[in-house]
């Protein structure tokens, strides 16, 4: 058993760690290093600053404002995401009536999975123009629906700072169902049949298989798909940046879009900027960490 | 606009005919009624940008802003000629094809050899390595830019294609590794051991037997991935610099979109879109079929 | 065998990817140690090459392909080559300056000339706090390429020079010349017997007769709400004197509490306090409202001359957009009725580790010669920054009544430049503070307290060089 075991871990881990340490991690290395000067990014001039950088971000009203947002998006966007992807994954996987223990999808199943994933294709640049169009106060479709059943004055959206983040949080929610929808789909068919069957056939209803079953055998992949949300809500920024560029008034703010805005935009402190990055990092890290330490549970295996 | 067989759905046949032994158990009405409407809601809300994006596509510029929900006097399709030539979208297009092609390749394979090992082989410092790569996934990927410039450029790969697959795949491996580490975690060990007492060897295992259990993995990753990679735009944007005929179409893409803010050309701007978007739904349907079919594949009965 | 060929070794044998921190930063942030060829390629001054172009020297010449496009650029490319027939010429257009340029500063080996312009603009701060821009005084000195007998300053409109200098270093080549104003219909007015109003009381009540006609009289770009911030500083430089924007730029202590900025912002607050702007316009953006205003929504719109050109394919036929000053808040103004904000913009510059920085200069005397000028004029509908660039072109009816306005305005043009000292005050705080304001959340005097703090916070950030003007 111990023959060849050796060579396996070697070529199927080396080449993928150097790919990875060249192109990532000695990137990010500097990337620490940069944190910790004052680093204007157009010059070769950077003097050391130690943690400087840092301590001016503990002050930051602006970051912490940010944080806020990221930690309402990371709250909220896993959650609905993950349920909604379950549910409508579900109702396709096994909501349908036909055959034999109805464990088919609705009517059209096909055609739901195609269109729900629609959003995935669609770059962010135009989900961003859509969306914005959507909420446009005077010409946008969401208005116009309102007016239609007899608001005098619906609110401008994005122009609103009570309404402006929340409304690009549905945004991010509606643009991420369709990959989970698929993600959990395929996870349900690898459920072997014959274990919903049995269930069916003790007479439990849908929403019980669904807590007692499925989500139990799913949890890995739900597990994946948590963290991936939890790092998007994270981030989250270019969706900001192009629907509100974090106004009005920094109310849709997010920390993705404060360290861009500290590098590219309306200032170039690389230093700073940096540090914000790796402030987030340690933060995004910590995130991981804790969910992944909270959603441990056994591995199901169906074999 | 792609059409879709609104037939009965043939992923789903029950390979079994015989008649149930009891009836199927009534659905509430109400709940039932409720989960159908939020399916065709949730589809309809869906469907609407693709169709306004395609819509647009086909309007005049003045009719996009006066009205973005009106429909057109007469369908232009010179918009899409327009951005086929003077934007060169059938150019990028092809460029970004041989890209993605290249790093989507190099993604899965390493990808999936490196998850395989953490999945299945215990040896010293596995979880540190483990870590490192999926540490990757929590960093912002702008702020690496910079230097990443600088270690392209050392390596001689600067404004090449290679260069550019080989920084996708590198930015991928986080999230694939700890996707297909999970999916792997996942397939039964049953099969692995009485492979293993058959007398067939690590290496073998791996390609003939494990990889294609791990296909529903592979695709539904191997399809997030490819989107990422078709999408991304600021990293060719820094390691192809310059407006040369090598660039990407999300280059391609965005100079059109910041350009329509300045010259108005929303129509070019939503044909070039639509027109990469297409394609991408093409794919998109083709591999449903694949899907389906490796998911049964990946059961084991 | 010196750092950079190290590295490169090190890259290639995958060292880096081992945390050799010296290593390391030496990687990105030295990157520019000097390889010495900036402004390697010198030729011989003579009558005819007054900047010492060096003939055979090729050109790097990147541009910001924005609402201009490059064809203008391509076109001055060609006159240069006509004068350099050896050079060869590089020519790229980008929308993201920033992202595409910052590597190559680092690494010393930036383009010779840079249009830095656009939402990706770098920040003119960190350039020239970091000594990246070539001096382009010897521009200025240089004879004009077809003005007999002036130098390139001559043919200049004023306030060029100033508006690219920090600290009396003139860095920055301004190219266009724009106005900034209040926007109404010429047709619409006519049509409906309204006369634009020349004071304060007069625009209000204006306002209230178009409110009842039907029309909101403003509308503005809620997502960008510093478009609003122009006309308000511009009602109190007219009160209270060119001194009231000079403050600001300099940061002085309080500057945006002056009486002058506390009567004006009380003054613009009426069209919030009685609704004179059109409903959803917090919700906007500058296109939105832009079109929106020329769909006869709104009577009135703030904009930089750029509007027409920007508006070209929604804006009705017939509609004649005309550009006016702020009206005068009381007969105690300072400067007249007709007195409008002109400032060069457009920015292009050198680089100072640019190899061919004498070509550079050189494409700018082209850019800035009667011939360069009239044809940019000619492609972009555009004032440039040379005097006489419009004699004899045919002007598109906004453009005319902008021109029109420059004369009228004359030696009482006013301007400031706080936002391209500290481009984070008006993108960002600024922009905050006047989108509070005009959505009716906070009152002037809390308007007029957050744009002060932004400034204060400026002023007590140490990692931005501060510039002072003269008057």
Redo the contacts between chains.
Sequence with gaps: ?R???L???L???L?????????????????F??ST??????????DQVGLANFRTLLHDGYVWNALKNNAILLAVVPVVTIA?GL??AS?L?M?????????????????????????????????A??W??I???????L??ALRAVGLA?????????RFAFWCVLAVMV?SN???YV??FG??M??I?RDIYEAV??D?A??ATMLRKITIPLLW??I??AW??LA?AA??G?ILVQLM??G????SSDVI?LR???T????????G???AI?VA??FL??SV?VLALRTARRD?I??? | MTTVDTGAPTAAVPRDTAPADRPPRRETGVANAFSHGFLLLWAAMTILPLAWMLLSSLKSNGEIIADPWGLPEALRFDNWARAWTTAHIGRFFFNSLVVVTGSLTLTMLLGATAAYVFARYEFRGRQVVYYLFVGGMMFPVFLALVPLFFVVRSVGLLGTWPGLILVYTAYSLPFTVFFLTAFFRTLPTSVAEAAMIDGCGHFRLFFRVMLPMARPGLISVGIFNFLSHWNQFLLPQVLIPGDGPNRMLAQGLSSLAVSQGYAGDYAQLFAGLTIAVLPVLVVYVAFQRQIQAGLTAGQLK | MNRREILRRSAAAGLLATPAAGLLTGCATSGGDDKGDAGAYKGTKSEQNPLGVKEDAPLEVVIFNGGFGEDYAKAHEAMYKERYPKAEIKHSATQEISKTLQPRFVDGSPPDVVNNSGAGQIDFNGLVSQNALADLSDLLAAPSLDAPGKTVKDTLLPGTVEVGSYDGKFLVLNYTYTVYGIWHSTKLFADRGWTYAKTWDEHIALCRQIKAAGIAPWTYAGLHPRYMSWPLISTAIKLGGPSVALAIDNLEPNAWKSDAMKTAADAWYQIVKDKFILAGSPGLDHKQSQTAWCQGKAAFISCGSWLESEQKDVTPAGFNMTVAPTPSLGSGDKLPFEAIRGTAGEPFMVPAKAKNTAGGLEYFRTMLSRKGAQDFTKKVASLPVVAGATDGVELPFGLATVVKALDASGSNGFNWVYNNYYRKLERNLVDAACGEFFSGRISPAEFLDQCQKGADSIAQDTSVKKYKRAA
């Design positions: 058993m023959h060849g075991r060579p396996l871990i070529s199927f881990l080449p993928p760690l150097a790919v990875y340490g060249i192109f990532v991690l000695s990137p990010y290395l500097q990337a290093q940069i000067t004052d680093w204007l990014g157009y010059s070769a001039q950077a909604l549910f409508f109702m996987t909501g349908g009536r036909k055959g034999r223990a109805g464990v088919t999808g609705v009517r059209g199943t096909s055609v739901y999975r195609l269109v729900y994933f629609f959003p995935q294709v669609l770059s962010v640049v135009i989900i123009l859509l914005k169009e909420y446009s106060p005077t010409s946008g479709l208005n116009g004055e619906p609110p401008a959206w994005l122009g609103d700072p509606w169902v369709g990959f698929v993600l395929a996870a068919q690898a072997p069916l056939l007479g209803s849908r890995d992949t597990q994946v963290i991936y790092i994270l981030d920024f509100t560029n106004g009005p008034n920094f993705g360290m861009y805005d590098s590219f935009g309306s200032e170039n402190k690389f700073y900027a940096s990055g987030m990092f995004t890290l991981a591995r295996e169906y074999s």
